[in-house]
């Protein structure tokens, strides 16, 4: 039995120490199914795969829980109520886990889609042979690189005004994109922010003409044209912003209660290349029932999926992703 197994996983204060007792059963010469990622699609999948008895194999990631795990309070994963974001990833794993579920702290480094059987290696050293793969290794928001933005993170930076747009009611924020996704998400924000300022490095942007228009028409919102952010401060939250002119070279302070960051998404797709299809930015292609370009290989969650990226769309992905593996080891067995 791997001595790496069975962590339980606090990321409010770290991992804790292995459990006492590992499992007495070893793990089978060629596993059922591993599950790349820990965010709610790979936690979901271990949960599902878990009930049909398919003793699955979760390798976390170097990103303990996934971005969620990184959020302060969740107020939209349905049935639960407010949570904070690593508490919700514990519960999913505790969960997945008494359904038999095991968890290797761990990340992935390589992936031989050439099977079944397929080989993954760890950076642990560790080698596994397995008959499916679920990846579910999501996607991270592009970084804007500026003094104290990482922080600040989850302290008025945010990457989803969706999730956390509630919590800045009557207060004055700043978007940060011209694209589809920065306008959608300053519309949003104008539910419940007094004025929402959209920071955008060009004089046009490159959203849609209708979605343009729509946030130019919205009283709530006003744009800051041809200009950056440089820095990020604020002692305990965000508190300003530092903005150049990119004519002008002009430099000014700019006081706001959050700062939302839309300046595009990087599907974790290293180990991926030129092994699975993608799309023309990076994404897995998928067909209806999670399947990619490998047979016995399925994706949930933000890596195959650019367009809801909500932590209840990934663990429904997840979901579908289990019960389609299961059905897929059923029949190759047959």
Same mark, same amino acid.
């Given at each position: 039995?791997?001595?790496?197994?069975?962590?339980?996983?606090?990321?409010?204060? /770290?991992?804790?120490?292995?459990?006492?007792?590992?499992?007495?059963?070893? @793990?089978?010469?060629?596993?059922?199914?591993?599950?790349?990622?820990?965010?709610?699609?790979?936690?979901?999948?271990?949960?599902?795969?878990?009930?049909?008895?398919?003793?699955?194999?979760?390798?976390?990631?170097?990103?303990?829980?996934?971005?969620?795990?990184?959020? +302060?309070?969740?107020?939209?994963?349905?049935?639960?109520?407010?949570?904070?974001?690593?508490?919700?990833?514990?519960?999913?794993?505790?969960?997945?886990?008494?359904?038999?579920?095991?968890?290797?702290?761990?990340?992935?480094?390589?992936?031989?889609?050439?099977?079944?059987?397929?080989?993954? +290696?760890?950076?642990?050293?560790?080698?596994? $042979?397995?008959?499916?793969?679920?990846?579910?290794?999501?996607?991270?928001?592009?970084?804007?690189?500026?003094?104290?933005?990482?922080?600040?993170?989850?302290?008025?930076?945010?990457?989803?005004?969706?999730?956390?747009?509630?919590?800045? @009611?009557? =207060?004055?924020?700043?978007?940060?994109?011209?694209?589809?996704?920065?306008?959608?998400?300053?519309?949003?924000?104008?539910?419940?922010?007094? $004025?929402? $300022?959209?920071?955008?490095?060009?004089?046009?942007?490159?959203? /849609?003409?209708?979605?343009?228009?729509?946030?130019?028409?919205?009283?709530?919102?006003?744009?800051?044209?041809?200009?950056?952010?440089?820095?990020?401060?604020?002692?305990? =939250?965000?508190?300003?912003?530092?903005?150049?002119?990119?004519?002008? /070279?002009?430099?000014?302070?700019?006081?706001?209660?959050?700062?939302?960051?839309?300046?595009?998404?990087?599907?974790?797709?290293?180990?991926?290349?030129?092994?699975?299809?993608?799309?023309?930015?990076?994404?897995?292609?998928?067909? &209806?029932?999670?399947? +990619?370009?490998?047979?016995?290989?399925?994706?949930?969650?933000?890596?195959?999926?650019? &367009?809801?990226?909500?932590?209840?769309?990934?663990?429904?992905?997840?979901?579908?992703?289990?019960?389609?593996?299961?059905?897929?080891?059923?029949?190759?067995?047959?």
């Amino acid at each position: 039995m791997l001595d790496s197994l069975n962590l339980n996983l606090s990321l409010g204060g /770290g991992a804790e120490p292995a459990l006492e007792q590992a499992a007495a059963e070893p @793990r089978p010469a060629i596993e059922n199914v591993i599950i790349i990622g820990s965010g709610p699609a790979g936690w979901s999948a271990a949960l599902y795969t878990g009930r049909a008895n398919l003793r699955p194999l979760l390798i976390t990631g170097n990103e303990l829980g996934g971005q969620i795990a990184l959020t +302060t309070e969740v107020e939209n994963f349905p049935g639960i109520g407010t949570i904070q974001g690593p508490e919700l990833v514990e519960n999913m794993q505790k969960q997945a886990e008494r359904f038999g579920a095991e968890v290797l702290i761990d990340y992935v480094t390589e992936l031989d889609v050439n099977g079944p059987p397929f080989t993954v +290696t760890t950076a642990g050293g560790h080698l596994f $042979r397995t008959n499916s793969v679920i990846v579910a290794t999501g996607a991270s928001p592009r970084r804007l690189a500026v003094p104290d933005e990482e922080r600040l993170t989850g302290r008025g930076v945010s990457y989803c005004a969706t999730c956390d747009g509630f919590f800045f @009611r009557g =207060k004055e924020v700043v978007v940060i994109g011209g694209g589809d996704s920065a306008l959608q998400e300053a519309l949003f924000l104008t539910k419940f922010a007094s $004025r929402v $300022r959209i920071i955008h490095r060009r004089d046009s942007l490159r959203a /849609g003409a209708t979605l343009a228009r729509r946030a130019k028409e919205n009283p709530k919102i006003e744009f800051i044209w041809n200009s950056v952010v440089t820095a990020i401060s604020g002692e305990n =939250k965000v508190e300003k912003l530092a903005v150049k002119n990119v004519v002008t /070279g002009e430099e000014t302070t700019l006081p706001v209660d959050g700062v939302f960051v839309y300046v595009g998404h990087l599907p974790n797709n290293q180990l991926f290349m030129d092994k699975l299809a993608m799309d023309d930015q990076g994404y897995l292609i998928t067909d &209806r029932l999670m399947r +990619t370009s490998v047979p016995g290989i399925f994706a949930a969650g933000e890596i195959q999926d650019h &367009r809801f990226k909500q932590a209840a769309t990934s663990a429904g992905q997840g979901v579908a992703a289990a019960m389609e593996c299961e059905k897929y080891l059923a029949e190759t067995e047959a």
